[in-house]
């Protein structure tokens, strides 16, 4: 975990991403226990309300589950579910803006992929 935060969105929604990012790399299971607040707290040196709102969000969303006494849990499924928010807010943050400046640009799909290919291509590098 990285103790860094950046200062174009808030905190809190920050700790949830981290949170989501473990279940989706596996690093966080069905039904694993989450660190508790104050783990979090202590790890990132913030505010314990900051922490809160961040898990609370994760509850509202079904995404983990408050066991009373015990701590905080990933809820069965959370993986497929942050996949499909992610790839949904994937597409209309990056790919439908795409296609729309392609549109503009004239550019066929044959020339959007290769443009696409490309980019991969020098990132391998």
């Known amino acids: ?27 966080l299971k069905n039904h694993d226990q ?3 607040t104050n783990q979090l707290v202590q790890f990132y040196k913030i505010n ?24 905080m849990f990933v809820m069965e499924g959370a993986k497929e579910k942050l996949l499909l928010q992610r790839r949904n807010a ?3 943050d990056f790919v439908l803006p795409m296609l729309k400046e392609a ?7 044959a020339a959007i992929v290769k443009i696409i290919e490309e980019a991969k291509g020098s990132e391998k590098e």
Do not use: C, W
């Open 48 to 71: 314990h309300i900051t922490v809160s709102k961040g898990i609370d969000l994760l509850v509202e969303e079904e995404i983990i589950y408050k066991k009373r006494g015990v701590g």
């Open 90 to 92: 994937f597409a209309e």
């Open 103 to 109: 549109e503009k640009l004239k550019l066929s799909d």
């Open 34 to 36: 989450i660190p508790s």
């Open 1 to 27: 975990m990285s103790t860094s935060f950046d200062d174009k969105k808030p905190i809190f929604i920050q700790i949830k991403e981290v949170i989501e990012d473990q279940i989706i790399n596996n690093r």
